[in-house]
């Protein structure tokens, strides 16, 4: 039993942290989030079917990732402040040519800005790359319910200003600069299981 | 004209995450494409979504350190070696953890009681004789008790005597100073000295 409990932490352990950092945006509520999940498996090892054991794992995490949020929403003011003295130290240092980094910065703050569960589905399916199946199995929702879900949630992340200021203020730089606007079938950074 | 275009642009639009996920159909995809190359707003639209689409997909996957892990093991291990005697605990045991759950009053009372019980079961069947004495030498002929029964039977019966003694011991342990065991203790010995006596007697030679 405690050969395959490791095993179960082996296989999953990347993926409920990653999870969680992705959501939390804070590494140590991250590893509390990872230990609580993995505590709880091997307490309730004996009554999960463990041929849903990866959705049941996501579920624990995702309803961890909730009660820490809330938790946060005590301190919101202090990590306001202390999330726009960072990104401003981080904008003077990416003017020095780090745009990418500091788009993906933006980004993952706005992933962390969603609200739930566009934040999971994005994470999930998007940078996690699971399937539609293992989603709806993790939320409690149908398969149609987690389409129109990261549908909404991918229009939200569009939606953020601060983000598409980023955006065309590098395309601006990058005006000169020829791209092929289609590539049709393109199968750059798809991770996605269908 | 501008009205079509706008509903049309705002329908292209709408497709952007089908293209890129690569879910729409030849002739979708036909559409969009001739659309987009055409369109500078939904062009512009659409490389800002593949510019987002694609930096979340190359966001990478994190993995935390194995130091995170380590309480997540012992706590395992933990709850393991807690949980692997217990299963292995013998019935006395059980019964003591079971009285240790109990009220203070309640295990004191019950506990003595219960030995009370058991030792003067004992002792009647050693001491009181037969209602009908003759009657069971009638029925049960001497012959069947042999010297070998009755040392047996005296030794099964030595051996609940240790039985009890421990029990009482034990007893005595929880219950301290309260109740004192010795008498019933010594009333079993004098009742077994008394059987031994009768032995040598023929006329109350009973199965014993």
Redesign the interface.
Known sequence: ??AL??QA?DLY???V??FA??SLRVRED??DV??EV??KL??NWQKIDHEKLGAWLMRVAHNSVIDHVRKQRGQQDNLDKFAEVEEQVGEDFDESGRDQDS??RH??SA?KALDDPFRSI?IMR???GLSYEEIQGSLDLSTSQVKVY??RA?RK??ENTQ??QL?ETQ?ADNSKAT?P??V??SD?????AK | MPNSNESQCYFIQLQIDGYLDQELNEAQQLVFVSHVQACAVCASEFRYAQTVHDAVMELPQIDCMDSVLEPVYRSAAAESQTAEPRQRESLPSQLGAFLYGLPLYFRYGLSSAVVAVIALAVSFSVITPRDKPEQLVANESAEQYSAEDISRALEELNVAIDYLNQLSQRTEVMIGDRFLVSPIQDSINASFEKAMMRESDPLQNGPI
């Open positions: 039993m405690r409990y490791q932490i352990r990347q993926r942290f990653s950092h992705y991250a590893e990872t230990q993995f505590i091997w307490q788009f993906k980004l993952q992933i994005v998007d940078i996690q990261l549908h991918r992340l569009r983000l598409r955006f395309a791209k606007v289609l049709a079938g750059k950074g798809n991770r996605h």
